[in-house]
């Protein structure tokens, strides 16, 4: 089963906005990781935040995490076409004997040029 | 550094045919995970395989099965098709005892069940 719900299911905005994406998730973490996937392939490692840490950016990305709340969102700014995708979060549970990643459900991001 | 590698892209089998899916993982890891992504959903986790043995399972029938060979490439066997198997099948790869580290994905197998 998945570990928690994306918000929304599918954005679409226009090149140049920002886009943010919201994860929610059910049980404690080590660690939340997000993820983008083009065209139903292979999944591309985006930023990994671990559960002491609240805020992480990476380029035009910026993640941030409530564990209180257990939700995470992900910013994109200045967006292009290129970023088109399925973006994912993925959690590491907390107390696991391995680094198994639990997924959620997925935002489909259209970025009209 | 070549990445996370599978085989084969895509593949077509009939109901109750069983296959077969390979996965080399990244240069220096030693642990490969496999993903089961049905149409519109995100990646389930089926199981993990370190030294040759399967560390953790997911909720997955025992029709589901894995080798990992000294080299740490992986197979995913799965028996008695069903037409639900239809998935992107992804395997993952990463080092032991790195819980807080990524995973590092392969492109994927795309299983068409008829």
Known sequence: SQQGEEDPQALSIQEGENATMNCSYKTSINNLQWYRQNSGRGLVHLILIRSNER?????????????????????????RAADTASYFCATGPYGGATNKLIFGTGTLLAVQP | DAGVTQSPTHLIKTRGQQVTLRCSPKSGHDTVSWYQQALGQGPQFIF???????????????????????????????????????????????????????????????????
Do not use: M, W
Not at chain 1, 55 to 79: F, N, P, Y
Not at chain 2, 56 to 64: E, H, V
Not at chain 2, 83 to 104: K, P, R
């Open chain 1, 55 to 79: 805020e992480k950016h990476s380029g035009r990305l910026r993640v941030t995490l409530d564990t209180s709340k257990k939700s995470s969102s992900l910013l994109i700014t200045a967006s």
């Open chain 2, 48 to 114: 993990q395989y370190y030294e040759e043995e399967e560390r953790q399972r997911g909720n997955f029938p025992d029709r589901f099965s894995g080798h990992q060979f000294p080299n740490y490439s992986s197979e995913l066997n799965v028996n008695a098709l069903l037409l639900g198997d239809s998935a992107l099948y992804l395997c993952a790869s990463s080092s032991v005892g790195a819980i807080q580290e990524t995973q590092y994905f392969g492109p994927g197998t795309r299983l068409l069940v008829l």
